[in-house]
């Protein structure tokens, strides 16, 4: 069983930069994939980045999302720069341990989100 939870949400005007954090429990923490998505009201979940050994990202954040994880302390970041109206949205992170599951975007453990509001 893992638990997620973020932070590291806020305000920020567009261009700025905000870090967020996941904490998860376990100690299997760095054979898990780990992820974020993002859900903006009113539109589906889209996926944004995720990790194990390499790293993906979604196209519409690519060059200014960077997403990392310190397993020592069982945390995964997604360090968001040149931030945009766009990007406002509640954004999840997400873990599962299979490939298989991640592929499909059926990822077993969410966190319960945190808000990203990027003003103009």
């Known amino acids: 069983q893992v638990q997620l939870v973020e932070s590291g949400g806020g305000l920020v005007q567009a261009g700025g930069s905000l870090r967020l954090s996941c904490a998860a429990s376990?100690?299997?923490?760095?054979?898990?994939?780990m992820g974020w998505f993002r859900q903006a009201p009113g539109k589906e979940r889209e996926f944004v980045a995720r990790?194990?050994?390499?790293?993906i990202y979604a196209d519409s954040v690519k060059g200014r999302f960077t997403i990392s994880r310190d397993n020592a302390k069982n945390t995964v970041y997604l360090h968001m720069n040149g931030l945009k109206p766009e990007d406002t949205a509640v954004y999840y992170c997400?873990?599962?341990?299979?490939?298989?599951?991640?592929?499909?975007?059926?990822?077993?453990?969410w966190g319960q989100g945190t808000q990203v509001t990027v003003s103009s």
């Open positions: 990790i194990r050994g390499s790293t």
């Open positions: 376990g100690r299997t923490f760095s054979t898990y994939h």
């Open positions: 997400v873990a599962d341990p299979s490939l298989s599951m991640v592929v499909r975007g059926t990822w077993t453990y």
